[in-house]
């Protein structure tokens, strides 16, 4: 697994991966403050604990990216795909899932606040202990999905 080795996104941000040192610029461009990882492919990163707030993940692969305990309110995550997201923990206050494809996904304890979930697929999420206040699922697709303890939808249990 790739792992990130600052806790700060900055321009000097730079990854682990295989050995080596690469600067974030080999995955994702920087529009400003914000990160543009457009159309890229994120798989097996740690991006653990970082703020990304507003990050454009549209269309990015992220299968075994590890996410949990990030900073990405108001992060694009539509048409996204990928298996065992890692997200649990994560801030996703209004948060774009519109049409992403996330499945086994592990949202467990974060923070789905006001966050565009429609017609997202997420097939076997973990969902528990996560906060769905006012987060639109419509035609989302919660097949096997754990939504135990979760608020602020009537599916919680």
Same mark, same amino acid.
């Given at each position: 697994?790739?792992?990130?080795?600052?806790?700060?996104?900055?321009?000097?941000?730079?990854?682990?991966?295989?050995?080596?040192?690469?600067?974030?610029?080999?995955?994702?461009?920087?529009?400003?403050?914000?990160?543009?990882?457009?159309?890229?492919?994120?798989?097996?990163? !740690?991006?653990?604990?970082?703020?990304?707030?507003?990050?454009?993940?549209?269309?990015?692969?992220?299968?075994?990216?590890?996410?949990?305990?990030?900073?990405?309110?108001?992060?694009?995550?539509?048409?996204?795909?990928?298996?065992?997201?890692?997200?649990?923990?994560?801030?996703?206050?209004?948060?774009?899932?519109?049409?992403?494809?996330?499945?086994?996904?592990?949202?467990?304890?974060?923070?789905?606040?006001?966050?565009?979930?429609?017609?997202? +697929?997420?097939?076997?999420?973990?969902?528990?202990?996560? !906060?769905?206040?006012?987060?639109?699922?419509?035609?989302?697709?919660?097949?096997?999905? +754990?939504?135990?303890?979760?608020?602020?939808?009537?599916?919680?249990?």
């Amino acid at each position: 697994m790739r792992t990130l080795t600052a806790a700060l996104l900055t321009a000097a941000l730079t990854l682990t991966a295989c050995g080596g040192t690469a600067d974030l610029a080999e995955y994702c461009a920087r529009d400003g403050g914000t990160w543009n990882c457009e159309n890229g492919d994120l798989s097996g990163l !740690n991006l653990s604990g970082l703020s990304l707030q507003g990050a454009n993940l549209y269309y990015t692969t992220l299968s075994g990216t590890d996410l949990s305990g990030a900073n990405l309110d108001g992060a694009n995550f539509q048409r996204a795909f990928g298996t065992d997201v890692d997200l649990s923990g994560a801030d996703l206050v209004f948060a774009s899932f519109l049409n992403a494809q996330l499945f086994d996904a592990d949202l467990s304890g974060a923070n789905l606040t006001r966050a565009d979930l429609r017609s997202a +697929n997420l097939t076997r999420a973990d969902l528990s202990g996560a !906060n769905l206040t006012d987060a639109n699922l419509t035609g989302a697709n919660l097949s096997g999905a +754990n939504l135990t303890g979760c608020t602020g939808d009537p599916r919680c249990k």
